[in-house]
């Protein structure tokens, strides 16, 4: 007979926790989120969305080595937990500046996400870093075919026009991102 170890009601605080620290952060309140994310890992430490929103409030605090530490915990306890990926990609191409580790992170996220604009328009943020105009338009543009709502992409398809001295065309790009509302 196989035990069961798992904990469901810790489980359960954790999530609740996870989801007030959440609030938290939406309001500007990040130490009173990193407490309830602290106390719902003591709960139940293989809760991975905690310990990524975890790091990212250390990483919006400028704590980048503490954000690594505890997004590789997330991805440890759930290797394809997408957004603790595209934040360590989001850390080594910021913080860091290793693009190149980044991307890495970033194409993670397509192994197992094929169709994530987000992670696309990040890796079309690489190739602008590099000075690679062509793919990071490319990339840029397969963002927007799976998400026009999000603006970065217009942003980075407009800039890197600039960068190519198309003027028109970037000025093109970025009236066609704005919205109305």
């Known amino acids: 007979m196989v035990q069961d170890d798992f904990d469901r009601s810790a489980f359960d605080k954790a999530v609740r926790n996870f989801e007030k620290a959440a609030e938290c952060c939406s309001q500007g309140r990040f ?4 407490d309830l994310l602290l106390k719902g890992i003591k709960a139940c430490p293989e809760h991975s969305e905690s310990h990524r929103l975890l790091g ?10 503490k954000a690594v530490n505890t997004v590789l915990e997330a991805l440890r306890i759930d290797p394809k937990n997408m957004w603790a990926l595209i934040l360590m990609g989001n850390i080594f191409a910021k ?12 194409k993670r996220v397509l192994e197992y996400y094929p169709d994530n604009a987000i992670a696309i328009n990040n890796i079309a943020g690489v190739y602008l ?39 028109n ?8 991102s704005t919205s109305p509302y």
């Open 169 to 176: 065309k970037a000025f093109e790009i970025a009236l066609s």
């Open 95 to 106: 913080d860091k500046d290793k693009v190149d580790v980044a991307e890495k992170y970033y």
């Open 56 to 65: 990212q409030i250390y990483f919006q605090e400028g704590e980048s080595e």
């Open 31 to 34: 130490a009173a989120a990193k």
């Open 129 to 167: 870093q590099r000075g690679d105009y062509e793919n990071g338009i490319k990339y840029m543009q397969k963002s927007l075919e799976l998400d026009s709502t999000y603006l970065n992409s217009y942003y980075g398809l407009a800039l890197a026009y600039y960068k190519k001295d198309n003027l």
